[in-house]
């Protein structure tokens, strides 16, 4: 049986490591379904660490705005049959204080215009959006509830999630809220709001422990 071809863009973020150590932990325990694990990073080289820790992936640097890279991945990996978008400009402020370079990177044209290149369009693409594309007047959205984005980040995801719908047949998109966790392999700083919630966390939990 021929393995699955997974390929994780923004492999470097903190979604995107932890996403990799679960599909390479996966192959390790010997799951019914084995990968071929490949990534995307923007900076060079790619975290050591990370290397280190799943050094059966492929590391691809890609350059979000022009494409540039993801021709090399053709080459060598092949087509994927999943791709998991985690790459984005997450942090609200940097989008509000530079609008245009959130959209070019959080509107994902050039991954679909390269899933676009192949053949067949046998690809799953699932996308990471947020829930901020919600203008988060009540709880519980629904999904046929309206997207009313308030802010530049909520607005470039809601055009991301437009873009993909109108260009590419087979695809998911996840509405995600705040994701937190353990620090990842090779470590990715957490804004503020993220560092408090998990001091919290860690304290409610050792303090539940001690008792």
Request: glycine share 6%; aromatic share 10%; proline share 7%.
């Amino acid at each position: 049986m021929s393995k699955v071809k997974i390929l994780v863009v923004g492999g470097t973020g903190y979604l995107g490591q932890h996403l990799l150590q679960a599909y390479a932990h996966a192959n390790a325990n010997g799951t019914p379904f084995a990968f071929d694990l490949a990534f995307t990073h923007h900076s060079s080289p790619p975290p050591r660490l990370l290397l280190d820790a799943i050094p059966s992936s492929l590391p691809f640097q890609v350059d979000f705005k022009t494409g540039s890279g993801f021709e090399a991945i053709s080459n060598t990996f092949g087509q994927p049959d999943v791709v998991v978008n985690c790459a984005a400009i997450s942090v609200p402020r940097a989008c509000e204080i530079d609008p245009d370079n959130a959209h070019a990177i959080n509107v994902p044209s050039s991954l679909v215009k390269w899933l676009q290149s192949f053949e067949k369009n046998r690809t799953l693409l699932i996308h990471l959006s947020t829930d901020q594309v919600y203008e988060g007047e009540k709880s519980f959205y629904k999904e046929e509830d309206n997207a009313v984005p308030v802010n530049v980040y909520g607005k470039t995801k809601v055009a991301a999630e437009e873009f993909i719908s109108e260009n590419f047949p087979n695809f998911a998109i996840l509405r995600s809220s705040i994701i937190y966790g353990p620090q990842t392999v090779s470590p990715v700083a957490k804004s503020l709001p993220i560092q408090v919630l998990v001091q919290y966390v860690d304290y409610v939990l050792s303090t539940l422990l001690a008792n």
